[in-house]
């Protein structure tokens, strides 16, 4: 698996982010992902900022390690790693404001474009799943 915790320093990787709004929307995530998760945030891999760990194993015999919740400033939109996915927070999704879902990806073109009490509250009920699912 090539998404492991490297010993890049995250506030390297985000002056490295061209887009200027895209930073200083990272860095907000960065703060409110650290205050709500209780977690440094560590670089995984070359481009998510993640926050704690679980070790995962499925069925078919296959583990690993990721973080419990991360993001990522990418070039055309910032990414957040919502690991449960978003069954749970349907309702919270209608209320978020501009924003596109993958499976447990959550996309957003900028951070003013959506409710920041709601993001904090999808982020909160993701954590609260992880630790139920996956006690630290």
């Known amino acids: 698996m090539k998404t492991k915790p490297t010993d890049v320093k995250v506030d390297t990787f985000l002056s490295s982010v ?4 895209r930073r200083e929307d990272a860095y907000l995530i960065l703060e ?16 998510i900022i993640g926050f704690g760990s679980y070790h995962y194993r499925y069925d078919s015999g296959r583990e690993g390690d990721m973080c419990r919740i991360g993001f990522s400033p990418r ?8 690991i449960p996915g978003f069954k749970r ?10 924003h596109k ?3 447990s990806c959550l996309y957003i073109g900028r951070l003013s474009s ?19 699912k996956y006690p630290k």
């Open 114 to 132: 959506v409710d920041t009490d709601v993001l904090e509250e999808i982020i909160k009920q993701a954590l609260a799943y992880m630790d139920e």
């Open 89 to 98: 927070v349907s309702g919270l999704l209608d209320h978020l404001g501009k």
């Open 75 to 82: 070039k055309s939109q910032m990414v957040l790693y919502i």
């Open 101 to 103: 879902l993958g499976k």
């Open 18 to 21: 061209d887009h200027t709004g």
């Open 32 to 47: 409110m992902m650290e205050r709500l998760s209780g977690y440094k945030a560590q670089m995984w891999g070359p481009s």
